[in-house]
């Protein structure tokens, strides 16, 4: 295993979820190992050897009708339970569930949202990485123009797609985009790229042809999160291994998006669903030796300043 020998650097976690599954109804959390609580105490331990100083909470595919109850819940655990520790700062901004799809009626969630959530609210998310559903419901009137109102209430809306297990999704995102200037977008886990490719294959060139697209719109950032979960060939890959194997996907969304839209995430604790026995501390090793040649400047922008400015944190 690597060891990371530099000084502990200032770091925002971009993408974290906690949860109490008997608090907050979780459908599929239920038949996992996940099934229990998963929240600070653990992310801290995990954590011990960084210095995590805020981290974004990701909605965490509740069932739908207990979207403003994880929000309610997520704010009084950050405010009220969450004890902050010389590795973890504390939760900064929350990124809540909200039924854009419901058009302008979504106007009258995200009040009761802001209400709930007081001055931690800084996005939401609603996923469409589904492949079961219609790749298409993005670029509905309906879904259009509720992500459109999040630009009034000043919220960002995180993207989650799924290409490597359905590539058809990624056309109608630009087309969402497109119609859709005035809205702050984030990439979550780079669009969920086939990890387990490389470039010159099929699949690798489709993802980095459609994210280049992407990057071309100035108003979307993109999380480097997620990516040991889309390893799933190769239970035997060592963790020098997988570094060579995710060092081009990091390359290609270094070239689209630039060191300015590039937001480290740890996807703790999904990330534990990883082969090869591959934590939060093993992806934070991962990453940093991929960047280890970046300057200082933009270890600093990608580690902490891009998501400080794009989540609108106040530290």
Sequence with gaps: MLMISEPKRRLIDAHVHFWHPDRVYIPWVKNSKLNKHKDAIEYSAQIKNAKVESAIYVETDVDPYYGLVEADWITRYSEEELEKTDSFGGIGGI?????????????????TLIRLTRNKLKGVRYLIQDPAQDPNRVVQPDFIEGVQKLA??????????????CPAQFPPLLELVAQCPRVQFVLDHMGKPPCD?????????????????????????????????????????????VIQQLRPFIQVALKGFGIDRLLFGGDWPVCELAKNNLRWPNWFEIVSEIVRDWSEADKDKFFFLNASRVYKLTL
């Design 197 to 241: 490719n490389q470039p010159g294959e099929a699949r690798f060139e489709f993802w980095e042809q459609h994210l280049l697209k992407l990057s071309q719109f100035p108003n979307v950032s993109c999380k480097v999160s997620g990516l040991i979960t889309e390893l799933i060939e190769h239970d035997d890959r060592t963790q020098d291994e």
């Design 95 to 111: 990124v809540a569930f909200a039924p854009v799809h419901q058009g302008r009626h979504v106007e009258g969630y995200l009040r």
């Design 152 to 165: 009034s209430f000043d919220l960002s809306f995180d993207l989650a797609i799924n290409c490597r297990e």
